[in-house]
């Protein structure tokens, strides 16, 4: 009798925590929706508002800010009120700033979406700083790590996701050459900006609503009394445990590993459909982002390739190989060009697949209480892909796209050299 009771108890107790899960797991849907959403947004923003590599590249540099000023904050904000209520602040943030597409499609404001898209990047912050240890904290501590690669699976399928809505629609497919808005009369050329600006907001007022409406379920929801416990008494770190992380060179090289690969991730991504139109003359946009729809399924793939063969081989030599298969991708790329060097770009995904979580774990080894503290810097690692971006942009505009590679070439030399470096275990 007392073993049947116990078997019927943790069945309602799995019962129970089935929905939390669903959506907690969802999370991870939804900010690789919105992360990838932005490669097509480049593109986009470029045409609706004429703009040079660099402006368009910019659309990265607000959202990775944003990632940056919040990352500390949002873990104080968890430590304090709990991990539910950073997700569900974190959801209203992703929503509000969705919205906000809607009045600056209105008045066709490119400073107006970056703000909006700041303001999805400071709720994604909170998502991603809460969502991880609450996946854990959601069951059985034996299965969570079982819990956190099925929610990790959801986030490369969100991004392939995100490429298509943009695909589907918000580029318009329409693509006109310098000559020809220069050769139209003023009214129709702003008309014409103004329907490629105005695209956005259908697909951003359906997130906007969509997320919102998760939120008020998420909140609805009754959660374990984990999930909404807050720890006032657990620092985040203190200002002795920064300094004593500064003076470990090893944790410091893997900031700087870290810092380089998203650069060269979020900047091989959002400069692959103008890449593809570039290197390939008369692409259309839909079809260079179908390129990137590819580029994001080998990264899927690696994922679960590279976890497989870290089963033979330790995983920071696995991580100095896949980055130097990515410099010489790279510098095809950067040199070759063509459809030679667009099938290059597209297979760095293939490698980058195992880099962040790799990176990430690695740099984290032998830090005991610096544990918290270190990870966190390591998030604000993720402003690479502002500065890298940007700087792309001004590579492409002064030279050219293809040589823009290069950037992304030595930035996966510096990965490289920190897998190299890493101590033999």
């Known amino acids: 009798m007392g073993e049947g009771t116990a078997t019927i108890q943790a069945e309602t107790q799995r019962t129970r925590l089935l929905l939390p899960i669903i959506l907690i797991v969802s999370l991870f849907f939804l900010w690789g929706v919105a992360n990838n959403l932005n490669d097509v947004l480049i593109k986009h923003f470029k045409k609706a508002f004429t703009l040079s590599d660099f402006q368009s590249g910019l659309v990265q540099s607000a959202f990775y800010f944003g990632y940056f000023c919040f990352a ?24 509000v700033g969705a919205l906000l597409f809607v009045p600056a499609a209105h008045a066709h404001s490119y400073a107006f979406f970056l703000l909006a898209l700041y ?34 699976a959801f986030n ?103 810092f380089f690969y998203v650069g ?25 982002a179908t390129m990137l729809t590819v580029s994001l399924v080998l990264f899927l793939i690696g994922r679960f390739a590279g976890a497989a ?22 510098l095809v790329a950067a040199f070759v060009g063509g459809s ?11 490698f980058m697949s195992i880099m962040f979580p790799t990176i990430f774990a690695l740099s984290l080894e032998d830090l005991g209480p610096l544990t918290k503290p270190g990870a966190s810097l390591l998030v604000m690692a993720i402003i690479g892909g502002a500065v890298i971006t940007a ?17 992304p070439a030595v930035s996966f030399a510096c990965v490289a050299l920190f897998g190299a470096s890493a101590p033999r275990r």
């Open 156 to 258: 490369p399928l969100g991004a392939i996701s995100g490429v298509l809505i943009g695909s589907s629609f918000i580029l318009s497919g329409i693509d006109l050459t310098p000559e020809q808005l220069a050769a139209l009369p003023p009214d129709r050329l702003d008309s014409y900006l103004r329907f490629e600006a105005l695209a956005v907001v259908g697909p951003y007022t359906a997130i906007g609503v969509f997320v919102l409406g998760w939120a008020l379920l998420v909140g609805l929801t009754r959660f374990p009394a984990a999930a909404s416990r807050p720890e006032p008494t657990e620092r985040v770190g203190s200002v002795a445990e920064f300094r004593s992380l500064l003076s470990r060179p090893r944790y410091l090289f893997g900031v700087t590993a870290q």
């Open 391 to 407: 700087l792309m942009g001004l590579v492409s505009d002064h030279a050219s796209i293809a040589l823009a590679m290069l950037l």
């Open 264 to 288: 060269a991730q979020v900047g091989v991504w959002s400069f692959l459909i103008r890449y593809a139109q570039v290197e390939r003359p008369g692409t259309d946009e839909r079809t260079a």
């Open 72 to 95: 500390i904050p949002a873990a104080l904000f968890m430590k304090r009120f709990g991990y539910k209520a950073a997700v569900v602040l974190g959801l209203v943030l992703f929503g």
């Open 309 to 330: 063969l870290m089963g033979r081989v330790p995983p920071a030599r696995l991580l100095a190989w896949f980055g130097a298969a990515n410099i010489a991708l790279c």
């Open 340 to 350: 030679a060097g667009l099938v290059a770009l597209i297979g760095t995904s293939l």
């Open 119 to 152: 303001v999805i990047a400071s709720g994604l912050a909170f998502l991603e700083t809460s969502a991880n240890p609450l996946v854990t904290a959601l069951g059985d501590p034996k299965g969570a790590a079982r819990r956190l690669n099925l929610a990790q």
